[in-house]
């Protein structure tokens, strides 16, 4: 009998990561890594060729999910260089060992590869044109992924939040118990995404991935709302008597320049995988559940 492929997560540590974890906690067809190891996290650096290509072979992978990334958008302006080894590098080994594996690759890219000219939402055909080194190396890798011929999708998401690591959710949470009104910009349109969400889709990837080439999907919660929305929400649900006071971008400068618009049309996915994609004040509050 043929033995079972493994499904690797790379970057299991971060918060997408963590959560596949948790949902697909005790199947012993999982196998787990990160820059650094901890506990049954192997360690694995994506950018690392030979080692990559051995953890495949050993392993016998059937299926790579990428969740690895250099995610700061605004300290990859200072880093543009291992932003991309990270981001664009790491993908196209992980391409390559996979294509020689026969392996599938599930990918994660971004709303930011947009420029947020659009004001309708962003569909999959849409082309990229995005604003900071963080946006840029996510589009590369997209290029880099579709140019390999390797089997397997890219599903682009935005604004990912969860109980694990760092993110808006849980520093508005700080910022709430400590504060008696926060500025929040309230001129940049997405919609968030609890992290556990992505995690579900991803595992209903994971037995058609293999029949896919590079094809691109939209995911994040259903409903636009701006970062001002978002934290008002935020305290309202968490019951944090923090006021928050809606403020433009300019009068919150940051070096990374954001899409003003990169709403996600989730028309695709909700189709091809016959799923609903919940409600972002729903999916936060069964986040908060976990967190308060
Ligand atoms: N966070 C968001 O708002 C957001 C929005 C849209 C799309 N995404 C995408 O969604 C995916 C998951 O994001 P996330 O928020 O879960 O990220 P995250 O929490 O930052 O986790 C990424 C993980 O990758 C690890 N990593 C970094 N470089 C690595 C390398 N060379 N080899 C192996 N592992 C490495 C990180 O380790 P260290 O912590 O030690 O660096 C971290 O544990 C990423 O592709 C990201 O670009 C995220």
Redo the contacts with the bound molecule.
């Keep these: 009998m043929q033995k079972k492929r493994k499904v690797l997560v ?9 959560e596949i974890r948790r949902l697909a906690d005790g199947n012993g067809d999982f196998l787990y ?4 190891g901890s506990g049954d996290i192997l360690a ?5 060729a030979e080692a990559v290509a051995a953890c495949i072979a050993e392993y016998n992978v059937g299926t790579i999910v ?7 958008v605004e300290k990859a302006e200072d880093e543009p260089e291992l932003c991309r ?3 664009c590098e ?1 993908v196209a080994v992980l391409a390559d060992a996979a294509l020689r594996n026969k392996a599938s690759l599930i ?6 590869v947009f420029d947020g000219s659009k004001n309708i939402p962003y569909l999959e055909t849409d082309t990229p044109s995005p604003l900071s080194v ?1 946006g840029r190396t ?1 589009a590369e890798a997209e290029t880099a992924f579709i140019a390999s011929g390797v089997k397997g999708v890219i599903i ?7 109980p ?5 959710v849980k520093t508005m949470l700080n910022l709430g118990a400590t504060r008696s009104s926060i500025n929040v910009v309230n001129d940049q349109t997405g919609s968030p ?1 609890y ?1 556990a969400d ?1 995690a579900e889709v991803i595992l209903k990837f994971l037995p058609i991935a293999g029949r896919k080439k590079g094809e691109i999907y939209n995911y994040s919660n259903e409903g636009a709302c701006s970062w001002y929305d978002f934290a008002a929400e935020i305290m309202r649900q968490a019951g944090l008597p923090c006021q928050v006071i809606p403020v433009s971008s300019s009068e919150y400068p940051q070096k990374a320049v954001r899409p003003s618009y990169s709403y996600l049309d989730k028309t695709k996915i909700a189709a091809e995988l016959k799923i609903g994609v919940p409600q972002w004040q729903d999916s936060l509050q069964k986040c908060l559940d976990r967190l308060i």
């Design positions: 790379t970057g299991a540590l971060g918060q997408l990561g963590s890594t990160d820059y650094l694995l650096d994506i950018c690392d990428n969740c690895a990334a250099y995610t700061n080894r990270i981001n790491g990918q994660i890219s971004t709303d930011f963080y996510k682009r998401t935005a604004w990912l939040y969860s694990y690591g760092k993110n808006f995404t992290a992505l």
